[in-house]
């Protein structure tokens, strides 16, 4: 709301659309008052435009609110010193705001009727004065009304129940309320009636509207900014409520209630398939999914094949080393939006660039979550690729850095709630689709499409060591484990060594994805669709459905692994036997955004008594704490497992200082001041610091 962007620039016309917006959202909840309530005020009906006036004195709660975002709007640009923007901003803000009022009046100028259409110029005696009166109106134009007399106790109730002795007019000056008893019952309740026929009419007009929209979803020119997709979906929620609660009144919660049900029993069935789709894989079969089936790894010809291929490709890696014992180099990169997309791959590729291009070579294995991994993927890429890879640092940095919120957002307020039926086609392969569509669309728009190649076009990269190993990990949502993703067979990641020996009992805590899925073209998953299987934040992209049986659904790696800690020392665990012989200790680079933060120490001893009710439970609330605590205790144990002096933690971690008032955000969209904080970072003495010990080691 306060950096909306539209065709990759903030400024006027980015604001005209968020204003235009919130004219929508305004008008929609007047419509929706008006609807429900205008009734109560009858007095509205004998006036000339009843709906404007009621506009007018119902502007108390929007204009407070449009205002009050105006102050943060110039709060926000007051602190980069830019008064020029704030100008910028706000006029085409209030402009929005006009030519959005101001269409909506030339509509109801057009449709609405008031009193002066029912009463003609020279009318007779008002017909309610006395009861058994009948009058005649011959007026062309005119529609003649049945005289009825309105009894005193519905006048109390309906003339004027609240006691509004006030109210504003066009030119915002005072009037009195004047009775209107002596007017026709039956014609007071055709203006409101005809009224709310049009204002009806026009949220179905504006429903429409944006269903057409998404149909030009992947046009630039309609990918409005997220905060008016926002707004859009409050001013139809708005409009929803208020139509079934006008035309079913005390009946709407059963109704809602009824409709739900009805909604959730249709697409239950297994006639219909709402759910995510990976993009690549093949839906017309399923692979069995069961503990059994995966317990069956444990000492199989796989388990065997596998860690023999992954050796060939350690020795490989070793190969291209300088010395006979290199460092072995693991990065983990944290979840954390697009700024840590962006820490993730401005230090990586600055270390890279210190170390005269040794940190990617000696770099063994990337792992992590969300964001931090759709820095690491596209930088890993680049290094494969990019023939003028140096040279590009500053251009990755921008594009990986790009606005990628707002199609997701307007994919939900068009396209998701209107079309969810519609269909794309990918590999020759039809899926259905929604936001998550729009996400890995943009993605490739902000990186060349580089990362829209299939799982196995890096199998063979890899297997020479010419990229390092890097596994994506997703959680199932269903039964908590990891999927690991990798062009390589994984099967030793799915247990402890242990347990894959068959010394101990233990479960299956991970899932290798291509064995799982063989059947079913693991092998052709679109890479980027890997990388947002792995960023799948609740809500804001829809939970992955694969073709198993019964059905699982991946969400983001942060629910179990935020950090990437527990993919490398499995994969250290597995393979300690070999990295003690080849290589002169193991180096875990952890990049990471976020992860450590001051508690307010006086917040928590003001807690109040409804608020402490909760606090026994407010562990399970703080998951990320949880698991910074789970992988120290993990990391220990690694230390102490290959001993202090063969492993080594170098931490690069990205956290906004605690004052200051625009902390940067976990989104899907920067602000240049957020990008400028984020980049400035790396120059801090303690990341300097740790980046001089670092390369001492890489040289």
């Given at each position: 709301f306060l950096d909306p962007e539209y065709l990759n620039s903030t400024g006027f016309w980015s604001f005209f659309l968020v204003g235009g917006a919130f004219g929508f959202f305004a008008m929609s909840w007047n419509l929706s008052t008006y609807l429900l309530l205008g009734g109560y005020f009858s007095f509205l009906a004998s006036l000339s435009r009843p709906f404007f006036k009621f506009c007018i004195n119902n502007a108390l709660l929007p204009l407070s609110v449009f205002f009050f975002y105006c102050g943060l709007v110039v709060r926000f640009y007051r602190l980069e010193t830019e008064w020029w923007y704030v100008g910028q901003s706000l006029s085409g803000l209030i402009l929005g705001l006009v030519v959005s009022l101001f269409i909506y009046a030339i509509y109801f100028n057009l449709t609405n009727r008031?009193?002066?259409?029912?009463?003609?110029?020279?009318?007779?005696?008002p017909p309610n004065m006395g009861p058994g009166q009948t009058g005649r109106r011959n007026t062309p134009g005119k529609i003649s009304q049945r005289v009825q007399p309105l009894a005193p106790r519905l006048v109390s109730h309906l003339n004027n129940p609240y006691g509004v002795e006030n109210y504003l007019n066009l030119k915002l000056q005072t009037r009195i309320v004047r009775s209107v008893a002596h007017y026709d019952t039956s014609m007071l309740q055709s203006i409101f009636r005809q009224n709310h026929t049009n204002a009806i009419l026009i949220q179905f007009i504006a429903?429409?509207?944006?269903?057409?929209l998404g149909f030009l979803i992947d046009q630039p020119l309609f990918q409005i900014p997220a905060g008016a997709s926002f707004l859009i979906m409050l001013s139809l929620l708005v409009a929803i409520i208020g139509a079934v609660s006008y035309w079913f009144s005390e009946w709407r919660l059963a109704l809602l209630v009824l409709l739900l049900g009805a909604i959730n029993l249709l697409t239950s069935g297994p006639w219909v398939k709402l759910g995510n789709q990976a993009y690549g894989l093949d839906y017309q079969t399923q692979a069995s999914y069961s503990e059994d089936r995966l317990e069956s790894l444990y000492g199989s010809k796989q388990l065997t094949d596998d860690l023999a291929n992954t050796v060939a490709i350690l020795e490989n890696w070793k190969a291209r080393q300088p010395e006979e014992k290199p460092p072995f180099v693991i990065v983990c990169a944290s979840g954390g939006?697009?700024?840590?997309?962006?820490?993730?791959?401005?230090?990586?590729?600055?270390?890279?660039?210190?170390?005269?291009?040794?940190?990617?070579?000696r770099t063994a294995l990337m792992t992590g979550a969300s964001g931090g991994m759709l820095g690491l993927g596209y930088l890993r890429e680049a290094y494969l690729n990019d023939p003028n890879f140096a040279e590009n640092a500053t251009i990755r940095l921008d594009r990986i850095s790009r606005d990628m919120l707002n199609p997701v957002a307007f994919s939900i307020v068009s396209n998701d709630l209107f079309l969810p039926l519609t269909q794309i086609e990918v590999g020759g392969k039809k899926y259905r689709r929604d936001r998550a569509y729009g996400f890995e669309r943009e993605l490739g728009l902000n990186t060349n499409f580089v990362l829209h190649k299939p799982l196995w076009s890096y199998r063979e990269a890899e297997q020479q060591a010419l990229i390092p190993l890097l596994f994506i990990t997703p959680s199932i949502v269903d039964d908590g484990r990891r999927l690991v993703i990798s062009p390589q067979g994984v099967s030793y990641m799915t247990a402890p060594p242990a347990a894959m020996r068959g010394k101990l009992p233990l479960l299956p805590d991970m899932v290798d994805f291509r064995w799982l899925l063989q059947e079913q073209d693991a092998d052709s998953l679109r890479f980027s669709t890997a990388l947002r299987m792995?960023?799948?934040y609740p809500y804001v992209l829809p939970l992955v459905r694969l073709p198993t049986s019964p059905t699982i659904r991946v969400m983001d790696a942060g629910y179990r692994d935020n950090y990437g800690i527990a993919s490398a020392v499995r994969f250290v665990s597995v393979f300690e036997g070999w990295i003690k012989a080849n290589t002169s200790g193991v180096h875990i680079v952890q990049i990471s955004a976020f992860r450590e933060s001051e508690e307010d120490k006086q917040r928590m001893d003001?807690?109040?008594?409804v608020e402490s009710l909760?606090?026994?439970?407010?562990?399970?609330?703080?998951?990320?704490?949880?698991?910074?605590?789970?992988?120290?205790?993990?990391?220990?144990q690694l230390a102490n497992q290959l001993g202090s002096d063969f492993f080594h933690l170098h931490r690069f971690n990205y956290q906004p200082h605690q004052d200051d008032p625009l902390?940067?955000?976990?989104?899907l969209h920067l602000t240049d001041q957020e990008r400028r904080q984020v980049l400035q970072a790396l120059d801090g003495k303690d990341i300097q610091r740790r980046i001089d010990q670092l390369l001492q080691v890489l040289r």
């Open positions: 008031d009193i002066s259409y029912y009463i003609p110029k020279h009318r007779e005696r429903i429409a509207s944006l269903a057409v939006g697009l700024t840590a997309a962006l820490w993730a791959t401005h230090v990586a590729q600055s270390i890279d660039q210190c170390s005269n291009r040794e940190f990617l070579r792995n960023a799948t003001r807690r109040g008594v909760f606090s026994p439970v407010g562990v399970a609330g703080n998951i990320l704490g949880v698991q910074i605590l789970d992988q120290e205790g993990l990391l220990g902390q940067t955000s976990v989104s």
